[in-house]
């Protein structure tokens, strides 16, 4: 094991050519797994809020449920990058807030950069905390923080919004983001802005000529098969070996032979 993976590593990575692979994670088992993968990052999402706490939207996340779920992925990953989510309000309302939130993530959470959701306007926010020394990764297009001014998941970026959307990936850049995540945008979208700019792009529903991709874990597990949007693929189906192997479970339980001698002291 070579230590920890650092913005710099991410830097060579990408500037060698190689695609970037990144899953959102957020507990010690699945991260302990993601290091045996070598996986080079992880992303502690704030869609904890759906996946772990069950929630419709990102909205309800506060920033000590990132911490806490950050430290426990600290715990199982020793070589991943590791990237945790500002949560919703965690920095909107001002930069003294941002940077005391960030600061959080990094020492209470030990977490070796921040992610905002938002375009230009976005930027002199993005310059203080990396001004503060705190490494800040972007993410445009489908912001899930702002799904009720979306009025719902839908791609972005179509039309005359693909102008803005370069715009402000151009933005997020000249203020000091290392990275940035382009969400459910055209792929062609994708492609240009990755084009444009000189940080990586790890992309979530944005076509295949990003600098890398993003899925949650449990996601690509297939731990809900009910859940699959267009850009997701199972990589395997866990939800039916979950259920198989609990109804075995319960099934030697009712009939008595588990525990059988050979489980038994």
Known sequence: MNGRKTTKDIRKIYESGKRLTMVTCYDYTFARLVEQAEIEMILVGDSLGNVIQGHDTTLPVEVDDIIYHTRAVMRGNHSAHVVADMPFMSYQ??????????????????????KVEGGAHLAPMIQT???????????????PQSVHAFGGFHVQGKGEAAKTLIEDALALQDAGAYMLVLEMVPADLA???TEELNIPTIGIGAGNRTSGQV?????????????????????????????????AY?????????PDTDHSF
């Not at 807030?97 to 209470?108: D, I």
């Not at 905390?129 to 489908?142: M, N, S, T």
């Open 191 to 193: 492609a240009q802005v």
């Open 215 to 247: 899925l949650v874990i449990q996601d690509l597990l297939g731990l809900n098969l009910s859940f699959k949007p267009k850009f997701l693929k199972h990589f395997a189906t866990l939800e039916n070996d979950v259920v198989g192997a609990l109804n």
């Open 129 to 143: 905390l990396v001004r503060a020394g705190v490494p800040v990764c972007g993410h445009l297009g489908l912001t």
């Open 93 to 114: 309302a001002s930069h003294e807030v941002g940077v005391m939130n960030a600061g959080r993530l990094l020492k209470a959470g030990g977490a070796q950069a921040i």
């Open 250 to 258: 319960k099934d030697e339980v009712v009939e008595g032979t588990y």
